[in-house]
């Protein structure tokens, strides 16, 4: 008996475990939209659902420039760490070419977010107002 309840124990751990694990994979992917759709949904945006749509889009904006200045921040790594590259008159060009981009894709994700605050701020004020009580 005292084997059974273990082994139902385990089971039941195990499988505990393995929701937990699979729970952050099953987040909901952002939409997609075109720079069009973005464009038309920003002139004539008025609910909430509108405003919270273009809020992700700029999150996603954000998300993709912070991943290029990473990319970018790796680059200037590989360089510095490359021996051979060490004496290369181009060298210090190059790595100021990356350092260039990091500090453009970190400002531009910079400025996403800020519009995807903004068009949060639009979806709380676009909300309908509750009724006052007693009226």
Partial sequence: MKRTITILSLVLALTAAAFAQAAPSQQVKPEHISKQQLNTLIATAQTPADHQRIAQYFQAKAQDYLAQAQEHE????AYKANAA???????ASTIGHCEYFVQTFKEMAAKSQELAQLHEQMAREAAPKPAPAGK
């Fill in 74 to 77: 790796q680059m200037i790594a």
């Fill in 85 to 91: 590259l060490s004496n290369d008159k181009n060298l």
